[in-house]
Every structure is written in C-alpha cells, then in structure tokens.
C-alpha cells in the first residue's frame, strides 16, 4: 500500500515518516542543509502480519508544487499532515485541493507537533481540520493527534495504518491491463547502469520482461527488480519498485514524467480531450498552462469543447507541446504558471483528441457517454460499462477506428478487447498498419453508398464499363484508406452486388451503349486479342492483321480504353481487360513467395515470357494501377494487393496458373 504525504512547508512529513519508517526521506544534501524537502522522498516498513507499507514524502513548499503533485500521482492513500500549532495553512488548503481533483479519497489526517499545544488547542485545531475538510474526498478521514519527536499518538495511527494495509491487500485484484510504470527517477548505479524506480500502475512486472520507454520509444528490458530495498522477481500493480533496464538507453534517456509500457501501449499523443473542474475563483484564458499528468508536466493550450453544467463537468481539449503517454481515466492537474496556482484539474475521457470537428455536437455526445461510464485505470471497468464505451467507440467511428489504438486508449489487452468486441459483431479489416473495426451498420452503409455512386456513374455515363477502384473511391461520401476501400469492394463483389472487368468496377448485368459500328469493331478487336496471351500486338500489327490504317486503330483503340473495353498497359499495346489481371496476378505471387516480399524486371520477365521491353512497360503501368511501389530498384505490393485476392478469376493461361487479384 502506498502512502503519500500532502501538507505546508515546516509541519513535519518528513520527521512523521522517519518516526514510522525509521528511515530518512531527506536524500539530498541541499533538503539536509535547509531542513527543507525539495524532491521526492521514499520509505517503507513491514506490518506485524506482513503487509509493505510505502511512503512517499512529498515537499510542503510552495514552489516545489510540481515535485508534489509528482508524488500524489499514482498512491492508494494520502497523510495530511497540519501542524497542531500552526492550523491549516495555504499550501494545506491547495495540496488538499490538487487530492480532491485527483480522486484520492482515502487517508488520514495527521496533527503533528501535538505536544507543542494544549488540549484546547488541539479540540480548535481538531474542529478546523473538520470544517476543512467538509465536501472533499477525505471528510471521514480519521484525525491522529501525533508528536513525530516524543512518539505521542503513534501507535493508534500506526493501528490504522495497519489495518487499512490488511484491508488493501485483501482487495480483488483489478482486471488485468497492460504494464503502466511511471517513473520518478532515473539514475546510473555503477556495473549495473540504468536504474529508474517508479509506481507501477496496472499489469505486473517480472525480470526479462519486454517494455517501451514512452513518449520516446526505446525498447527496454528488465534486467532486474528492486522492492522495498530487496531483489524480487516480479511485482503487481500498486507496488513501488526499482528497475535495472538494459538495452539502448541511459539515465539521460529517461525523465520523470515517462513511463516504461507494454509495447502495444506505446501511443504518444498531444491532444487528451479531458473532462474538467476548476476551482473556485479561477478562469480559463487563452494562454499557456501547465499539465501534470501522472509524474510528467506538460505545457499546453486549452480549448473548450463544451461548458458543461450542473452535475455535467467542462469538457476541454489540451493541446500540449510535447507528447505524453495517457490511457482513458488518467487524472490530471490544470495549473497557471505566471500566477503559480492550481486553477483546476480532471481525467482524459479521449487520450487521441480530433483536431477537425473536435466541438462537434456528435463528438461531444461521444464524450458525454465515454465519461458517464468510466472508471479509473486502476480499478477497470465492469463488463457493462465496457461494452458502452467500446460500442460508442464504434458507432462514432463511420470509417472505422483503429482497433490498435482504441486497445490502448482503454489499456485493454487483446484477450479482453476480443471477446468484448466479438460480443458486438463488428467488422474487423485486417489492414498491414492494424486492425480496423467498423459497426454492422456503418459498413453496410457504406456498400450502400458505393452502390449508389456506381448506379450513378453509370447513368452519367452509359457508354462506359465503369470506373476504376481510386475513381469509384475518390467520388462524395466514400473515404477510406486504400486497403479498406479494397477490402470493401471484394466484398461487395462476392456477395455479387458488383462485377469487375479488369482494373474497372460495374453493376452485374450493366451493358455499355456502343454504336452498332463501335460494337462490331470491338468484338474483331476482342477477337484478334484473344489468342495472343500475354503479349498483343503492338498497334501496326493489329491495324494491319485486320485491314484498317494504324491511325484510324489507334484513334479507336485510345477511345476504348477511355471507355475501360481495353487497357492501354504502353502507348502502342493495348490489352484485353482480364488479361492485365493475369499481368497484375504475376506480381503479386512473384512478391508473396520472395522472402524479402521484392521482385525485380527480370524475375517478372522470366515468370511472366513477355521480353524484357514489354516487361518494363508492364511493371510501370502496375505502379501507375497501384498495383505495385518501385522501390530501390524493386517492385513490391502496395498495402491493399499485400493480403489477399479481390477476385478470382477462371482464366488459366499457358504458363499454367490461374490468375488471382
């Protein structure tokens, strides 16, 4: 169980740990001069039945608010400490303020310096205390009149302490999550070299685990585990330890404020849509703020995405100048730099903020639901509400949302988002950046809408096969990224919704409106072409194989191929539409079965018998189909050819294989 303290300048944390730890928190030699702590301190002990008791002793001074708030950030329990003497003081009323926005309510109240008063005195001081806390998250903590010096009034609190550590233990473990460690310091130990030590959040820890320091993204490992000032060789959430890290990193590469995640955790963001309080007296404007955000601080705008009122908090967008790693419920503090005061704080509802349409009512709705049913990300979410989220995620999402990402937003490891997700039958695309998801009904709107447009281009073009997939795609109320777009139209052409004539897309029995004259050259075309496999005649040939002049053939082949009859692959070659898909299928099982996934001219001219001329002219126009990338003097598949064939076609050729595209 972790303990921070929280309170004023002077009144006693440090001497209250040591007289319960036995150990000194005060480790720089400037804290030891001044008598003043300025940076995190740590200790612990062992109850009589075995519990750890942490504690964090946090500096009382008001410039030092940072390190304090870094201290509070990932605890079970806090210590007010209010010197009996002095009463509750200013940096007393905001420390209690930054623990009410961060939701820690649970904790005791500590009256120290109780043998410099009498009792009257400690009856007034008592009653203070009381009202103070009327209205936050500690209004039924416990008081213990303490001396840290004398030892007076310890062994009540230390009952106390006891008993809320056998209680915490006892707790249900939290559904399992993803490894979040945040870290306070970072620091070289001599032979071993990187050690940082930290609070892990979620998930559990154990020697050679695999990590990623975030927002930088160093792949780490755990060489060892340090708890309570003893090796271990694992630790579970909650649990305060020491990393020794080995891999490609040093102490300089590590900050306070990082965190060591899962690998696929590791999602920086500098836009968190959050949900917001702030205090009493204070104001947004339109300047810079200071976010801190677990152990890290950030500075950063605030747009206002909605007021909110009554019982409905400020929902804001932070637009930070650095990137942080956040997952849905982190808590956070909102403070004013030239004014150094706490003016507010609140919890990520949406770590990956919009930039377009981020006020939007739908928008807005979406974070209104996310909120009404989140929980911490330390206490998970019950089943119910998690379905709510996921389905909100999903219905607010018409070109899909990234499965990925939404796993990380929501630290839901893949044995739990699977079942969650399989629970509503979304459709799940399988793309080479991830996976995507989309609502049944978002889908099937969208095969709606690509229908329509192709019912559509044909009437405005009647004279037309049909268009190509980027014409299809490119037309009102269809964006998706390319594979997604392929993925959309293969299914669409096995259901038999649409069929496909080479590289061009049209309704099942649509019939262009050709000439008779057109229609009948057309098929001589068709016809001559047909027997020629892979390599047509160049255009003087056919002109001269059926009688005509070669620039009248051109002229009517160029305007075949605008129709989508014919393909021009090279100026002077032009081929029968299902032909260029056997083209397009050589390069994708040339790509498949090389193992670096890359082919060159030659093993294309080699597999395909066309010469290497027409070789080139190929490969060039399956780059400009989107087809294929020349990349370093190689041809590899673009994303939406990478998977799998759009459709299958019967045609078996004489080198002996059918053609799959």
């Not at 020491?242 to 690998?263: E, Q, T, Y």
């Not at 079965?593 to 190929?618: E, H, K, N, Q, W």
Request: some cysteine; overall charge negative; glycine content about 10%.
């Amino acid at each position: 169980m972790i303990i921070a303290t929280a309170g004023h300048v002077d009144h006693g944390k440090t001497t209250l740990i040591h007289a319960l730890t036995g150990q000194d928190t005060d480790r720089l030699a400037e804290e030891k001069r001044r008598g003043l702590t300025i940076d995190l301190g740590f200790a612990w002990s062992r109850t009589e039945q075995g519990h750890w008791l942490g504690f964090v002793d946090v500096p009382g001074h008001g410039k030092f608010v940072r390190n304090m708030v870094a201290g509070v950030a990932a605890v079970d329990a806090v210590m007010l400490v209010i010197a009996a003497d002095d009463g509750p003081m200013p940096q007393t009323r905001e420390h209690l303020a930054i623990l009410d926005l961060l939701g820690v309510d649970a904790g005791l109240v500590a009256l120290t310096r109780a043998d410099r008063v009498d009792a009257s005195r400690l009856a007034e001081v008592s009653q203070e205390v009381r009202a103070l806390l009327v209205d936050t998250g500690l209004a039924t903590a416990p008081v213990f009149p303490v001396s840290g010096l004398t030892g007076d009034g310890l062994p009540p609190l230390k009952a106390w302490l006891t008993e809320q550590a056998r209680v915490h233990g006892q707790k249900a473990s939290s559904p399992v999550a993803g490894t979040r460690f945040v870290v306070d310091r970072s620091f070289s130990v001599t032979g071993r070299g990187c050690v940082v030590t930290g609070t892990l959040v979620t998930g559990t820890l154990a020697s050679e685990d695999t990590l990623m320091a975030s927002p930088a993204g160093h792949p780490v490992r755990v060489r060892g585990l340090e708890a309570h000032g003893e090796p271990v060789e694992s630790v579970g959430a909650g649990q305060r330890c020491a990393i020794n890290l080995a891999g490609d990193i040093s102490d300089n590469s590590l900050h306070r404020g990082d965190w060591l995640v899962a690998p696929w955790l590791h999602h920086p963001t500098d836009r968190l849509d959050v949900a917001l309080a702030l205090l009493p007296d204070t104001r947004l404007h339109r300047g810079i703020f200071q976010v801190h955000l677990g152990a890290a601080v950030r500075s950063a705008r605030v747009v206002v995405l909605d007021e909110g009122q009554g019982d409905r908090p400020m929902l804001a967008q932070l637009m930070l100048e650095q990137p942080v790693q956040a997952c849905v419920g982190d808590r956070l503090i909102l403070r004013d730099p030239p004014l150094s005061r706490t003016i507010g704080g609140g919890q990520v509802v949406d770590p990956f903020g919009q930039g377009r349409g981020r006020s939007t009512a739908k928008r807005v709705q979406l974070l209104r639901t996310l909120l009404e049913n989140q929980s911490s990300p330390a206490n998970g979410l019950q089943a119910g509400h998690r379905q709510v989220r996921l389905q909100a995620w999903l219905d607010a999402s018409p070109e899909g949302i990234d499965i990925d990402r939404l796993a990380a937003a929501e630290n839901l490891p893949e044995d739990q988002l699977d079942p969650a997700l399989a629970a509503l039958e979304p459709v799940i695309i399988q793309a080479t950046t991830g996976r995507v998801g989309f609502a049944p009904g978002h889908w099937a709107a969208l095969q709606t809408r690509v229908l329509e447009q192709l019912d559509q281009w044909h009437e405005n073009h009647p004279d037309q096969i049909g268009p190509t997939e980027p014409e299809l795609t490119r037309l009102p109320g269809i964006r998706l990224q390319p594979e997604l777009r392929h993925e959309l139209l293969h299914r669409l052409l096995a259901a038999g919704e649409m069929a496909r004539n080479g590289f061009r897309f049209h309704r099942p029995g649509h019939q262009p409106e050709l000439t008779e004259a057109d229609q009948c050259l057309l098929g001589q075309v068709m016809a001559e072409l047909e027997g020629t496999g892979l390599k047509p005649p160049i255009v003087g040939e056919l002109a001269e194989a059926m009688g005509l002049e070669r620039d009248a053939m051109l002229t009517f082949l160029q305007r075949m191929h605008r129709l989508g009859f014919l393909v021009a692959v090279a100026p002077n070659r032009f081929y029968r539409p299902e032909t260029v898909t056997e083209l397009a299928a050589i390069a994708v099982e040339l790509a498949e079965s090389a193992p670096t996934g890359a082919f060159d001219a030659r093993a294309y001219r080699d597999r395909s018998g066309i010469g290497r001329r027409l070789t080139v002219s190929v490969l060039e126009y399956l780059d400009r189909a989107g087809v294929t990338a020349f990349i370093n003097e190689e041809r590899r598949l673009q994303p939406a050819y990478r998977r799998r064939a759009a459709v299958t076609l019967s045609t078996t050729n004489e080198k002996g294989y059918t053609a799959r595209l």
